[in-house]
């Protein structure tokens, strides 16, 4: 019985075709996730604004308790200040809240802390900044 070769081009049929899927599979899977990459940064990026506005907020109230001497802010000032906090249009933060309590274990402390949510997370996971004031005592 006479064998009848196989030419080595009939056995590789298809081959070509399949490397190419699959490294445009490959390529394809790289780009999604460069995506996904790119859109965290965004959100860190948001977060770190976010956040450097919150301690410019918190620095402006701070500042007015060093001028008049007192951790007690006016009704007025302080009523303006958390209305602008809340108000995105003018460099507020979204969701914003504002509280100004006096530290009761320590004179002339008072803790200012602002609240926010970021819109691309859940209302629940709100983001958090504290600042610490402690004015000399009065002469």
């Known amino acids: 019985m006479k064998r009848i070769p196989h030419s080595p081009g009939?056995?590789?049929?298809?081959v070509a075709m399949i490397e190419v899927l699959v490294s445009i599979l490959l390529f394809s899977l790289g780009i999604?996730?460069?995506i996904g990459l790119q859109t965290r940064a965004m959100n860190f990026s948001v977060d770190a604004a976010d956040r450097n506005r919150a301690a410019l907020l918190a620095n402006e109230i701070a500042s007015t308790m060093w001028l008049t001497n007192s951790i007690t802010v006016d009704t007025s000032a302080g009523t303006a200040w958390a209305t602008r906090i809340a108000?995105?249009?003018?460099?507020?933060?979204?969701?914003a809240t504002a509280?100004?309590?006096?530290?009761?274990t320590l004179v002339n402390t008072a803790d200012i802390?602002?609240?926010?949510?970021?819109?691309?997370?859940?209302?629940?996971?709100?983001?958090?900044?504290?600042?610490?004031?402690?004015?000399p005592p009065p002469p």
């Open 10 to 14: 009939r056995a590789q049929r298809g």
């Open 32 to 34: 999604l996730g460069l």
């Open 87 to 95: 108000d995105v249009s003018k460099d507020g933060l979204p969701g």
């Open 99 to 104: 509280t100004v309590a006096p530290v009761a």
């Open 113 to 135: 802390t602002i609240e926010w949510a970021p819109p691309q997370r859940n209302a629940a996971d709100k983001s958090r900044l504290t600042t610490r004031v402690t004015l």
